[in-house]
């Protein structure tokens, strides 16, 4: 587990709800993500999308930010 593959796996489940489809908006999103992961607070992380990331990654429950932001780069 770490946050390149749970980033990765996030970035499937939102591409499929329908505001992904604009590739700046969805790019926008995903870099405020990737900031949170480093330390700001700019990303809810406690959503289904990221609770399904989590588990692809073999996480158990739902991710904590304590969780996500140790994961290896």
């Known amino acids: 587990m ?3 593959s749970f980033l990765s796996e996030y970035r499937k489940s ?10 700046d908006k969805l790019e926008r999103f ?3 993500c990737r ?3 480093d330390g700001a607070s700019t ?3 406690d959503g289904e999308s990221s609770v ?3 588990r692809a990654i073999g996480g158990k429950g739902k991710p904590t930010l304590k ?4 994961l290896a780069e």
């Open 2 to 4: 770490n946050k390149s």
């Open 14 to 23: 939102v591409s499929a709800l329908l505001w992904s489809s604009n590739p």
């Open 30 to 32: 995903m870099e405020s």
């Open 35 to 37: 900031a949170t992961l």
């Open 43 to 45: 990303w809810n992380h």
């Open 52 to 54: 399904a990331a989590w």
């Open 67 to 70: 969780a996500l932001r140790a």
